[in-house]
């Protein structure tokens, strides 16, 4: 795979990477989709207490998917420049970040997540069940940071098959244990599995991430792939986490703004009431499902720019990333123009709440023309971060969130009385012009200078 990543057809090698990423991405939204579907059948209220914690999970995917752009940009270089004995010790010490991690996250995120969720405006109908969904995700958290962390090791290879094949494996057991764990079993009136509700979809997903996250690491143990997790032979050297954090920590940043700024507005759409909560929730749900092409894109771009910086192919690098934005462009385009066909049955997949279809219609109406533009800043910062950049991950973010979408939203909300539809206008407005923002920022990188 190397040699294709180095010589190769540009868009035919991206779309080689691209598939089983999208297939694995898919199969990783499963879970909240999963979950919000099942759960929509509990009634509007529990979506939104769902909707209420998953800026949390998102938070937590932040973290995570810096640990997987630093793991697999270092990786990809390492590979790249044929230095296999620095890519054990890379992946071994991404591990260790993977377990730091795992234990923060359970603390802290079990101490302060009542008080956070009063913050976001959850109502006394709704708190006790964000409470109960979220205890479970906090308590299984090392499941997503070690599944992670090993993902990223094999998809920095190019071995996107095996990933996708374990995620698979998980994501079937959670569509099976969902609604069991949600609804219940019960056998000629003896109930042989109790409801549990939302705590149950939490459960449940827990579950088939602790699964997948055992045959991941069994992979790895096992001497089955190219870069190879030898723990008896682990010596802590600060140089691989440095190596690392220099582009985990920046990209999760940029993602840590991201949660920060959905978090705010969904705060924001709790002034409107809990339909405007899970109109929110599942319009961003449908936004993760939109964007399963460029995120496997973008998974191809980082690996193949980090492939060929580390040869010194230049020139080829920046290349691959402006393919990759045409390529994006082309699916962004033709989903868009599918959720727009018809917004309110897309909606009403999750609930039938005339108030809740009205809302989220409204938010796909807004949002999926900028498909398009969004698809383009994802992925020229999967390439920042494949030459080993990730400050202008963090800058883009900011631009988009910060100084956009958050304060246009606030303003426009509240102050000028647009309501909830000014959410989505400020949200949109913030995707064309960070696209161009990020655009220009790529156009003038001088690749060169880093040498």
């Known amino acids: 795979m190397r040699e294709q990543i180095l010589n190769a057809n540009i868009p035919k090698t991206i779309l080689k990477l691209a598939w089983p990423n999208m297939i694995g991405f898919l199969m990783q939204v499963s879970y909240n989709l999963a979950d919000t579907i099942f759960v929509g059948r509990l009634g509007a209220e529990a979506i939104a207490a ?9 938070f937590m995917y932040a973290l995570g998917g810096g640990l997987v752009a630093g793991t697999t940009s270092l990786l990809s270089r390492y590979i790249g420049a044929k230095k296999y004995k620095n890519a054990d010790n890379a992946a071994e010490h991404s591990m260790l970040i ?21 913050f976001l405006g959850a109502t006394s109908s709704i708190l006790p069940m964000s409470i109960e969904y979220s205890r479970w995700i906090f308590l299984g958290s090392g499941s997503i940071f070690f599944f992670l962390a090993a993902s990223a090791i094999i998809r920095s290879e190019g071995d996107m098959k095996t990933y996708m094949k374990f995620m698979g494996i998980s994501v079937v057991l959670n ?5 069991i764990f949600i609804f219940g079993i019960s056998i000629a009136g003896i109930s042989i599995i109790p409801s549990m509700g939302v705590a149950g979809a939490a459960i449940a997903t827990v579950i088939a991430r602790v699964v997948g996250c055992v045959l991941v690491l069994n992979h790895l143990l096992k001497d089955r792939s190219l870069v190879k997790l030898r723990l008896k032979d682990f010596k802590y050297n600060y140089q691989f986490i440095k190596n690392i954090f220099s582009v985990g920590i920046p990209s999760s940043l940029s993602q840590l703004v991201m949660s920060v700024g959905v978090l705010l507005l969904t705060k924001l759409t709790a002034n409107f009431g809990e339909a405007a909560i899970a109109a929110y929730g599942i319009g961003f749900k449908l936004d993760t499902v939109a964007f399963l092409p460029t995120l496997g894109i973008g998974i191809a771009i980082l690996t193949m720019v980090g ?39 897309f909606v009403s997949v999750f ?30 910062s999967f390439a920042f971060q494949g030459f080993g950049r990730g400050i202008p991950g963090i800058a883009i973010a900011l631009f988009r969130l910060g100084i956009i979408a958050v ?44 040498r």
């Open 407 to 450: 304060p246009a939203a606030y303003l426009l909300a509240l102050n000028f009385g647009f309501g909830l539809t000014g959410v989505w206008i400020a949200i949109a407005a913030s995707n064309v012009l960070t696209a161009i923002f990020s655009a220009a920022w790529f156009y003038w990188f001088k690749v060169e200078k880093i």
């Open 50 to 58: 769902v909707s209420l914690a998953f800026p949390i999970d998102l």
């Open 351 to 380: 609930n039938n709440n005339p108030e809740l279809i009205r809302y989220g219609a409204s938010y796909i109406r807004y949002i999926a023309p900028t498909y398009v533009f969004l698809g383009f800043i994802m992925i020229l």
């Open 98 to 118: 993977a377990l730091v991690l795992s234990v923060f996250f359970t603390i802290v995120g079990l101490l302060f997540m009542k008080p956070l969720f009063v």
């Open 307 to 345: 492939q060929n910086f580390g040869a010194k192919n230049y020139a080829r690098a920046k290349s691959i990333a402006w393919v990759g934005c045409l390529m994006t462009g082309v699916f962004m385009l033709a989903i868009s123009l599918i959720f727009l066909s018809a917004p309110k049955f």
């Open 175 to 179: 569509l099976i244990l969902d609604p």
